[in-house]
C-alpha cells in the first residue's frame, strides 16, 4: 500500500469499545502508528470507557489502583502507552486523542500548543478554561481535564478526558491518591480539585455538545476543515495485534513490561505497516 | 560469595509529577544493584528511562556519581522530561539507598 496524500483536512473519528477497555487502548496506539505513516490524515478521535481506570506508561497498577474496589466495581484496569497519571473513565467522561504531523519540537511545546484545541472546546460550551502546570486543563480553580502527551514514531500526539459528568465517587474509590501528592497541594483529601463540568456550568452537557466542541477547537486550533470517518481496515488490523500482542497481557497492563522489552511486538507491527 | 542486599524505597515529588523509585543495593560496598522507578511523569524518549535503570547497576552510591549517570544518558537520547529536573531523579535514587523499604 502506498501513503496517500495527505491533505490539509482533520479527520474525525467516534470509534470506541466502550465494553473493551484494552482494545480502546490498542486502538489509541493504533490510529497514532498509521498516522505515523501517512497513510491517514491529521485524526482527532472522541471516544469513552464505561468503566475503567487508565494507568500511564510508567506506572505500576498495584501502586495506583485499589485492586479491591476495582473487583468490587468491575472496573478493568488497562495501561496506555503515554506518561502522566491514572484515571478513571466512565460514560460520564469523554477522552479526546489528536495525531499531527511531527517536527523537532519537544513535548512541553506539544502541551503547550495541542492542548489549545481542548481550551477553544471549552470556550465554546461557556467555560473558560486554561493550562496550568504543564498539562493540567482548568475551570476557576478546578481541574476539568488531564492530558497526556508523546513524541513516538515522530508525530505529535495529545490525549485526554473530560469530566463531563464523571462518578466522582467511584474515582475516589479505585483511585490511589498518595499522600505526598495532597501535602504537597495543601489539602486533605483528592475530591479538593477534580468537577465535573455539569456541575460548573449548572446544566446538562449532552455527548453530542462535547464532539461538537472538540470538532471545532482542533479545526479551529489546526486551521483545517473537518470531517468524520470511519476506521480503515489497516487501524483495525493494527489494533487487533496491538490487542492480542500487547494490551491484553497482563503483564503489561500490571505495569511491568515497557516497549523495550516488546521489540518484536514493534517489528511485527512496523511490518504491517510497510507492506 | 554471598551479597548481602537491602532494598529501600523513596518517593519524591517534582513539579510535574511524583517519582517512586525502589533501590536493591550492597550496603557494605556502596553499590547499587537494581533500580526500579515509576510514576506519573513525563518522558520522551520513554525507553530512556529503561536504559538509565539498566546503567545505574554497579554505580556507586554517591550523588554525584548518580548525577553523572543520569546527565550521560539524558544526553545521549537527548531526554525532554517536563516538570523534572534531574536533580529530582538524583534525590529519590539516592534517598532509597538510605533505608530499608517503607512502603
Known amino acids: 500500500m502506498n501513503p496517500r496524500w495527505v491533505m490539509r483536512v482533520l479527520r474525525i473519528l467516534l470509534f470506541e469499545t466502550p465494553d473493551d477497555p484494552r482494545m480502546n487502548l490498542a486502538f489509541e496506539e493504533a490510529f497514532v502508528r498509521v498516522r505515523a505513516h501517512n497513510y491517514t490524515d491529521d485524526t482527532l478521535r472522541i ?3 464505561r468503566n475503567a481506570v487508565v494507568i500511564g506508561y510508567f506506572q505500576r497498577m498495584s501502586e495506583e489502583v485499589n485492586m479491591e474496589s476495582a473487583s468490587e466495581y468491575n472496573v478493568e484496569v488497562v495501561r496506555r502507552f503515554t506518561g502522566g497519571g491514572a484515571v478513571y473513565h466512565d460514560l460520564g467522561n469523554i477522552n479526546y486523542a489528536i495525531v499531527t504531523s511531527g517536527g523537532d ?10 492542548i489549545n484545541g481542548l481550551i477553544y472546546a471549552l470556550n465554546k460550551i461557556g467555560l473558560e478554561a486554561g493550562l496550568e502546570n504543564i498539562n493540567d486543563v482548568i475551570v476557576g480553580s478546578h481541574k476539568v481535564s488531564g492530558t497526556a502527551a508523546s513524541l513516538r514514531w515522530g508525530v505529535y500526539f495529545l490525549h485526554g478526558s473530560i469530566l463531563f459528568n464523571t462518578n466522582l465517587n467511584l474515582l475516589y474509590s479505585v483511585l490511589k491518591v498518595p499522600k505526598i501528592k495532597l501535602i504537597d497541594k495543601g489539602v486533605s483529601n483528592v475530591k ?3 468537577r465535573n ?6 446544566r446538562d452537557v449532552r455527548y453530542s455538545e462535547i464532539v461538537d466542541a472538540l470538532a471545532y477547537g482542533f479545526s ?8 468524520f470517518d470511519m476506521p480503515s481496515k489497516l487501524e483495525y488490523q493494527v489494533a487487533r495485534t496491538l490487542y492480542d500482542l500487547r494490551y491484553s497481557r497482563e503483564e503489561w497492563n500490571e505495569g511491568y513490561l515497557r516497549f523495550i522489552d ?4 514493534d517489528e511485527y507491527i512496523e511490518e504491517i505497516l510497510s507492506k | 560469595m554471598l551479597v548481602m542486599s537491602k532494598t529501600g524505597f523513596s518517593i519524591y515529588k517534582a513539579k510535574k509529577g511524583l517519582i517512586k523509585c525502589r533501590v536493591e543495593y550492597d550496603p557494605s560496598k556502596k ?25 545505574l547497576k554497579g554505580v556507586y552510591i554517591d550523588r554525584d556519581e548518580i548525577a553523572k549517570v543520569i546527565k550521560e544518558v539524558f544526553n545521549i537520547y537527548k531526554v525532554s522530561h517536563p516538570g523534572i529536573e534531574i536533580d529530582d531523579f538524583v534525590k529519590v535514587i539516592y534517598e532509597s539507598t538510605l533505608g530499608d523499604e517503607g512502603a
Do not use: A, C, Q
Request: glycine share 6%; no cysteine.
Open chain 1, 105 to 114: 519540537k519537544d513535548l512541553t511545546h506539544v502541551f503547550k500548543y495541542l
Open chain 1, 220 to 227: 479551529k486550533l489546526l486551521g483545517k476543515e473537518y470531517y
Open chain 2, 31 to 55: 553499590i547499587i544493584l537494581k533500580v526500579d522507578i515509576t510514576g506519573d511523569f513525563f518522558l520522551h524518549p520513554e525507553d530512556s528511562l529503561s536504559v538509565l535503570m539498566e546503567r
Open chain 1, 197 to 202: 463540568i455539569v456541575d460548573i456550568l449548572g
Open chain 1, 47 to 49: 471516544w469513552r470507557n
Open chain 1, 262 to 265: 516488546m521489540r518484536d511486538v
Open chain 1, 192 to 194: 479538593y480539585r477534580v
